[in-house]
């Protein structure tokens, strides 16, 4: 499915030692070598080892750049489902298992870290989308299904659940060659060569408009331009001449903006993170910068420590960074993720140790993948629609399916792999077989059949658990999307399921004022009601829990969590439904949402009343 697999020609450059062809270099050897003329050697002088790929097969500068970009898409898109994974696989903090705050607190930041991560190789997806369609090549979504073998990353890429090698490896995968202090990870690692970097470098050659413009952005000292110069020379040694390496003025189509993703889309409305940048790319200038700054911020090519590198992050992760004293702990001290299996298949085997075979488990693994398709369905066709209220459709199909996933993943790790294990079960990412190949130019059908198939289980899960307020959540907004998706497609929508088997609780009233003025009680559940406005959120079932009366608000559990402290100092800013409205974790997305979801924040001084509210025990006095 991921198309042809390269072969990798090995050439040894001896350069200054501050060489920024470090940065894709696959090996570094401190004694000289024989040098190859293109690079002059001085006092101080390393040799390398850099890796190219065989491209006798694509002569032309459009043919490198498919074949690079189709390759660069498929690995943010390997790498983003890798880290979500490793993420996903890390306890929450009442987990048992995590047995001090210090723990409760190391493993709530390291998801938040390796989530961030992970939504950043979801912008790089986006934008070497984008650097296709400015060349008028179609998307490409699809992948190998893990375990990936291909030598282009330097270890066989798999799902699995966070431990100290895995992290290991992608602390080495995202470094350059030459990074400082990292010896002992390295060796944990026990990696091979790190081959992304170097496709990225050969994009940056392509990008150029030809050997004097690699010449002349090289001359500003910026070290990923002087790195693509180093770069383009072995290019053009290997694969003569050098005019076959560079894009044509005429390979640029600035109209194909109109329906790239946007920063706006995805980041900004879809509720994403300070490090995700999505490019549009109507200019060459435009591709180069892309193509920049997905080098600098990950895929091993950074050379010096910066804040937003992936490499310095996941390096914090093993290490531990300044104000968190907890490394990640070396095998038998304690457990900071669910025993998730690597690469799991939902099979029968109860023998093979990837297999989803507990029944349940196996119904929300389906799901999952119904809503891994959609993602993957609905994306392809946001590319294929111009800016209209169908492309907001799909939008919000898309940014469903990932919010369904993070959901059918925290019911996963709560279950067993199999019917008598002590194993987690866990998302497996399954590439759906039927998904249209590259160059599909309607992907309404897929998506539709894939809705089907999903409301069909639905229907199952519900039936077997009809106050599961998830299962009915996500049957709701899969029959409404459905209808939407058919409309598009020029079809009449699918009659809605029935309701759920169980009727809904009967409403509670709050209890009314004392005579004489406004209580506090009232005003909290007045800031509360006016927070959600037309919203009815679900909370596992407890709704608007905040108009129940006090003493049953004070006991009251949502997603397994107390609502509010009742003991202790500082109940207020302990209590879980202080942190849902601040954003704090566990409600910073690494768990769960900031609460309201998908609406504007609390304001902080009504954040603070109901905080002082529950600091003083909750009573129902005036106001």
């Not at 952005?217 to 693509?228: F, G, K, R, S, T």
């Not at 895929?299 to 290490?319: I, K, L």
């Not at 987690?424 to 539709?448: H, M, Q, S, W």
């Not at 599961?468 to 020029?490: E, H, I, P, S």
Request: charge should be negative.
């Amino acid at each position: 499915m991921a198309g042809p697999e390269f072969r990798w020609v090995r050439h040894r450059v001896t350069v200054p030692s501050d060489s920024p062809l470090s940065m894709v270099a696959s090996a570094l050897h401190e004694a000289p070598a024989t040098e190859n003329g293109l690079l002059a050697a001085g006092a101080g002088a390393k040799t390398l080892v850099i890796d190219l790929p065989v491209l006798d097969d694509y002569p032309t500068p459009a043919a490198k750049a498919e074949i690079l970009l189709r390759k660069a898409a498929q690995i943010e898109h390997a790498l983003m489902v890798q880290y979500l994974y490793a993420s996903y696989s890390l306890r929450k903090s009442d987990d048992p298992a995590l047995t001090t705050p210090e723990q409760k607190a190391a493993v709530g930041s390291w998801k938040n870290t390796i989530t961030e991560i992970a939504k950043e190789e979801m912008a790089h997806l986006l934008t070497v989308q984008n650097l296709r369609l400015a060349l008028s090549l179609p998307t490409v979504v699809e992948r190998d299904d893990f375990p990936i073998i291909e030598r282009i990353y330097p270890f066989d890429m798999h799902l699995e659940p966070l431990g100290r090698t895995s992290l290991a490896k992608y602390v080495v995968a995202e470094s350059p060659v030459n990074a400082p202090n990292i010896t002992d990870i390295v060796q944990l690692a026990g990696g091979g060569v790190n081959h992304v970097g170097v496709l990225y470098a050969l994009l940056g050659v392509v990008f150029a408009r030809s050997v004097d413009e690699v010449e002349a952005d090289a001359e500003a000292a910026d070290p990923w331009y002087e790195m693509v110069r180093q770069v383009a020379y072995l290019a053009y040694s290997q694969h003569p001449p050098s005019r076959s390496w560079h894009l044509p003025d005429d390979a640029f189509h600035p109209a194909s903006v109109a329906v790239q993703g946007t920063q706006a889309d995805w980041v900004d409305n879809a509720g994403g993170t300070e490090g995700m940048r999505v490019f549009t790319v109507g200019s060459r200038a435009e591709g180069k910068n892309a193509l920049r700054d997905i080098g600098l911020q990950g895929e091993g090519m950074q050379n010096a420590a910066s804040a937003d590198s992936h490499f310095d992050r996941f390096r914090d992760v093993f290490r531990g960074p300044t104000g968190n004293p907890i490394p990640f702990p070396k095998p038998g001290a304690w457990s900071p993720a669910y025993p998730v299996p690597q690469d799991p298949v939902i099979s029968n085997d109860a023998n093979d140790p990837h297999a989803i075979s507990n029944p349940l488990a196996q119904d929300w693994a389906k799901l999952a993948d119904h809503q891994y398709a959609l993602l993957l369905g609905s994306l392809q066709q946001y590319f294929l629609t111009t800016p209209t209220a169908d492309r907001e459709t799909l939008l919000s199909a898309a940014v469903g399916a990932m919010r369904a996933l993070k959901r059918a993943s925290l019911q996963l790790v709560q279950l067993p792999r199999t019917v008598a294990g002590a194993d987690r079960a866990a998302l497996p990412f399954t590439v759906p077989k039927d998904l249209p190949a590259i160059g599909a130019t309607n992907l309404l059908p897929f998506c539709i059949a894939t809705l089907n198939s999903a409301i069909a289980l639905l229907d199952k899960m519900v039936t077997a658990d009809p106050t599961n307020t998830v299962l009915t959540g996500m049957r709701t907004a899969d029959t409404n999307l459905l209808a939407k998706l058919q409309q598009m497609n020029g079809g009449s929508p699918s009659p809605p399921p029935p309701p759920p088997v169980s009727p809904p609780p009967p409403p509670v009233s709050p209890p009314p004022p004392p005579v004489g003025g406004s209580s506090r009680v009232l005003k909290v559940r007045q800031l509360l009601d006016t927070a959600v406005g037309d919203g009815n959120p679900s909370h596992s079932g407890k709704k608007k829990f905040w108009n129940l009366p006090v003493a049953t608000f004070l006991t009251t559990k949502v997603y397994g969590l107390n609502v509010v402290e009742t003991t202790g100092d500082n109940r207020g800013s302990r209590s879980n439904m202080i942190k849902a409205l601040k954003g704090e974790a566990p409600f910073d997305g690494s768990e769960f949402e900031r609460m309201p979801q998908d609406r504007p924040p609390v304001a902080p001084e009504d954040i603070a009343f109901i905080e002082k509210w529950i600091d003083d025990g909750c009573p129902d006095d005036s106001v």
